[in-house]
């Protein structure tokens, strides 16, 4: 026989869905966001950060002090060699219209100076499937790109 929760408990629970689905949050990310280290990732980013430690302890800067920077260091420009690639990486997403309405948008558009590209996108994941129209561009537009989409009302 199950016991009856607290009214405050079972609020808590009824609003659970809600606050999981908000599309609004920005996705959590580890340290990068295009790679998840492992152990031996890990390990190779340690030994980089040791070799800079010993590097800068040959310009007589006391070990705790070296380590500390060597390691801040190397993931410092990790995180920027990270977020470079993350920039880089291209974004596609269909667009519930007829062909000829997505490529026309997508000409006012690059008019505009956006560097966006007409795709076909697949339904789904399967090769058989039917294509759908949909915009390309790269990860670095996107703000450029959603703003311009939300200035037209789509």
Same mark, same amino acid.
Request: hydrophobic share 40%; glycine share 6%.
């Given at each position: 026989?199950?016991?009856?929760?607290a009214?405050?408990?079972?609020? =808590?629970?009824?609003?659970?869905?809600? +606050?999981?689905?908000?599309?609004?949050?920005?996705?959590?990310?580890?340290?990068?966001?295009?790679?998840?280290?492992?152990?031996?990732?890990?390990?190779?980013?340690?030994?980089v950060?040791?070799?800079?430690?010993?590097?800068?302890? +040959?310009f !007589?800067?006391?070990?705790?002090?070296?380590?500390?920077?060597?390691?801040l &260091?190397?993931?410092?420009? +990790?995180?920027?060699?990270?977020? =470079?690639r993350w920039?880089?990486? /291209?974004?596609?997403?269909?667009?519930?219209?007829?062909?000829?309405?997505?490529?026309?948008?997508?000409?006012?558009?690059?008019?505009?100076?956006? /560097?966006?590209?007409?795709?076909?996108? /697949?339904?789904?994941?399967?090769?058989?499937?039917?294509? !759908?129209? &949909?915009? &390309?561009?790269?990860?670095?537009?996107?703000?450029?790109?959603?703003?311009e989409?939300?200035?037209?009302?789509?």
């Open positions: 026989m199950r016991t009856p929760r009214p405050r408990d079972q609020a =808590r629970y009824d609003a659970a869905p809600l +606050l999981a689905v908000r599309p609004w949050r920005r996705r959590r990310h580890g340290l990068f966001r295009t790679v998840k280290l492992n152990l031996v990732g890990w390990s190779a980013v340690l030994g950060g040791l070799a800079a430690a010993i590097i800068l302890r +040959l !007589r800067v006391r070990v705790a002090p070296a380590v500390l920077i060597g390691e &260091g190397t993931v410092s420009v +990790l995180k920027a060699l990270d977020y =470079r920039r880089r990486t /291209p974004v596609t997403f269909s667009v519930d219209a007829p062909k000829d309405v997505v490529r026309a948008l997508v000409a006012e558009m690059q008019e505009r100076g956006l /560097p966006l590209t007409y795709e076909s996108v /697949p339904y789904d994941d399967d090769e058989t499937s039917e294509y !759908r129209p &949909g915009m &390309g561009f790269r990860r670095a537009a996107e703000k450029k790109v959603r703003a989409l939300r200035r037209r009302g789509l």
